[in-house]
């Protein structure tokens, strides 16, 4: 099966969404499927290469509020990459310009279309991160539910890890069946390497430590501000504890400089970010006695996930799906404060027959988070999507599409595109050609082979113009 995977963030990047996604399509090409990823270019991404999958890097600028997230732009080779693979299905990974393209793309060329909800991003959680605390929060959540909806509403099918998301987003009216499909995790193309693991106790002079271990985004919304809290509680009855941060993020700096105010500077450790696969090579889970995490803000953390593949008790927030994960393994905290948070910590820390005996839960509950069953489930899904579609050629069913109607609705998709390859001519002062569109309908013949750039852009002004008036009128009729 050819599949097209639309994603507003992707390697290098590192969290839980992209570490999930990449199991998954790996798998996917394991089993035989192709894949294309379409996602914005960043920092580091022209250097990422995963074997026998397509990746296309569309331009992109940063977001002003979050700027380690790239808004990413139309592109010519979107479309001509797009008609070459001749994709059977579009996976939209999250809401986001990227996630946008390939709803209106499966709408197009009439595809079927599914789309992931990964995470509470209209919650105050993370709109604390635009800076959102008190006043405009409700207004904000009301706003951020309702674009959730519509957006989620474009696709054929919803698809969440949890089931407790799922009744929520039902709750929620979406309109669409929701699937619920675990994330899943697979490091059988990994080993450890006990020199590696050496080494990194060493550097962090971990050895003769009880270590409590996160590993995720460093951002506001993960809460590590309470963790950090509830050191001073937990030193008091071990002292050898010690709080392990793997991970990097826009958090980081603040959380160092509480570190320092708090005067627990030999006490917490920032390891910044640490690949996927070195944190397997270099077996940094054995380094931790328990796994923790303070967010409310979860769906289903891989990182949780792997930490119980390692056999880790969990100390967690309980929220949202942290509470389908967390049975006979560990904690959940309803309070989430630092002396609260400590107090299970302490309990796990001083109490090995504890440990082991959630130790050897979290290894148990992990076997059901199986990425060959997570890949076959969502194959399964878009083969039953896929049925229902009538193979025919391209501009036929642009034709038959719920977005083409008209000849007028074709001027406004065209006056559309071209305003996209307008703004992107104007962010990044590049040369694009303006009427690749026609040759994407198969009807190249009808225009020039060549045309001049100043003709290019009147003919483009022309037809944004035409398509904004058009537009104009059919809603000032309605």
Same mark, same amino acid.
């Given at each position: 099966?050819?599949?097209?995977?639309?994603?507003?963030?992707?390697?290098?990047?590192? #969290?839980?969404?992209?570490?999930?996604?990449?199991?998954?399509?790996?798998?996917?090409?394991?089993?035989?499927?192709?894949?294309?990823?379409?996602?914005?270019?960043?920092?580091?991404?022209?250097?990422?290469?995963?074997?026998?999958?397509?990746?296309?890097?569309?331009?992109?600028?940063?977001?002003?509020?979050?700027?380690?997230?790239?808004?990413?732009?139309? &592109? &010519?080779?979107?479309?001509?990459?797009?008609?070459?693979? &001749?994709?059977?299905?579009?996976?939209?990974?999250?809401p986001g310009p990227v996630g946008s393209m390939g709803l209106f793309y499966a709408k197009l060329v009439n595809i079927k279309s599914v789309a992931t909800f990964h995470g509470y991003f209209m919650e105050p959680e993370y709109l604390?991160?635009?800076?959102?605390?008190?006043?405009?929060?409700?207004?904000?959540?009301?706003?951020?539910w309702r674009f959730t909806k519509t957006f989620y509403d474009r696709a054929d099918r919803v698809i969440t890890p949890s089931l407790f998301v799922k009744k929520d987003l039902e709750s929620h009216n979406f309109s669409r069946p929701i699937t619920?499909?675990?994330?899943?995790? #697979?490091? &059988?193309?990994?080993?450890?390497?006990?020199?590696?693991?050496?080494?990194?106790?060493?550097?962090?002079k971990l050895n003769n430590k009880k270590v409590i271990l996160y590993i995720g985004r460093v951002s506001i919304e993960k809460n590590i501000e309470t963790l950090i809290k509830s050191f001073p509680f937990i030193i008091k009855e071990v002292p050898e504890a010690h709080l392990l941060i793997v991970g990097n993020g826009p958090d980081k700096e603040r959380l160092i400089k509480l570190v320092s105010k708090l005067k627990l500077s030999s006490k917490v450790t920032f390891t910044g970010e640490i690949k996927n696969s070195d944190l397997v090579r270099k077996d940094v889970f054995s380094a931790g006695q328990v796994f923790a995490t303070a967010s409310h803000s979860e769906v289903q953390p891989v990182s949780i996930i792997e930490a119980m593949h390692f056999g880790l008790p969990i100390v967690a927030a309980k929220s949202r799906g942290l509470m389908e994960m967390i049975k006979d393994n560990g904690f959940l905290v309803s309070k989430v404060n630092g002396i609260e948070f400590s107090k299970p910590l302490i309990k796990l820390l001083k109490n090995e027959n504890l440990r082991k005996s959630f130790s050897k839960e979290s290894s148990e509950i992990a076997k059901e988070y199986s990425l060959e069953f997570s890949a076959q489930k969502h194959i399964k899904l878009y083969t039953n999507l896929y049925k229902n579609i009538e193979d025919v050629d391209f501009f036929r069913r642009v034709i038959k599409s719920r977005i083409i109607k008209t000849s007028k609705d074709l001027i406004f998709l065209a006056g559309i595109i071209h305003v996209s390859v307008l703004?992107?001519?104007?962010?990044?002062?590049?040369?694009?050609?303006?009427?690749?569109?026609f040759y994407i309908l198969d009807l190249e013949k009808l225009i020039p082979g060549e045309m001049p750039s100043l003709q290019s852009f009147m003919l483009s002004a022309i037809v944004v113009c035409v398509g904004f008036v058009y537009f104009f009128l059919r809603n000032k009729k309605r």
């Open positions: 099966m050819k599949i097209a995977v639309f994603t507003d963030l992707f390697l290098p990047h590192v #969290d839980g969404v992209t570490n999930s996604l990449v199991h998954l399509i790996t798998q996917y090409k394991r089993m035989g499927h192709d894949v294309l990823v379409i996602t914005p270019k960043t920092k580091g991404s022209n250097n990422i290469h995963l074997d026998g999958i397509e990746i296309l890097l569309l331009p992109s600028v940063p977001a002003i509020v979050y700027p380690e997230f790239m808004l990413g732009f139309f &592109s &010519s080779k979107l479309l001509f990459k797009l008609r070459k693979f &001749s994709p059977e299905i579009v996976h939209v990974i999250a604390r991160i635009i800076g959102i605390k008190n006043r405009g929060v409700k207004l904000a959540q009301k706003v951020l619920a499909i675990k994330n899943a995790i #697979d490091f &059988s193309s990994v080993a450890s390497d006990q020199k590696l693991h050496d080494e990194f106790m060493k550097k962090y703004t992107y001519l104007f962010l990044t002062k590049e040369k694009l050609e303006y009427l690749n569109i």
